[in-house]
């Protein structure tokens, strides 16, 4: 039987599940996107179900993968959103909240080109460009363990970095 014909079955008959399980598991109702991601995924990686499993508990399974991965892509945005990547938006901002989004965006650049390249890299690829661990595992040779290993190192010294920064300030001013 043909790929998409299978998946597009599997889609009918699943997707409602896959949906539900989603919305359950993330928390939110905007559950499209990942679970044209799980179809996708699982059209992807259709020659490796070996069948030893239902198609519901592997689609289940890729759903709960996708979801841990967004969730993981989430936080990292969260960390970072607005101070790393904003572009301001003059026409709700007054001067001095646009002033203050460029000082924290400066700063943050600033507290980056401080860490050890290896940080450096995994800020970038991860937080900047959004891959995902196993793509930024493959870009430099890594395991996907040791880019969530320094992942999380990195953004403790960004943070270190910045809070070290504000005392200083904050003792300048007095």
Do not use: C
């Amino acid at each position: 039987m043909d790929k998409n014909v299978l998946m597009e079955q599997w889609f009918l008959r699943y997707g409602d599940d896959i949906y539900k399980f989603l919305i359950y598991y993330t928390g939110t109702r905007d559950v499209e996107d990942l679970v044209q991601d799980v179809f996708l995924k699982a059209l992807r990686s259709l020659d490796a179900f070996e069948g030893r499993s239902q198609p519901k508990t592997w689609l289940l399974t890729i759903a709960r993968n996708t979801a841990i991965d967004h969730k993981r892509k989430q936080r990292l945005r969260n960390w970072l959103p607005d101070k790393w990547l904003a572009n301001v938006e003059t026409e709700e901002k007054t001067p001095e909240e646009i002033l203050h989004v460029h000082e924290e965006q400066q700063a943050l650049y600033h507290a980056i080109r401080n860490v050890k390249p290896a940080f450096r890299e995994v800020l970038i690829l991860r937080g900047v460009k959004g891959l995902s661990s196993k793509e930024t595992a493959e870009i430099l040779g890594w395991s996907e363990n040791k880019v969530n290993v320094t992942l999380h190192r990195a953004m403790k010294a960004v943070r270190e970095i910045l809070e070290r920064e504000k005392k200083e300030m904050i003792g300048d001013a007095i």
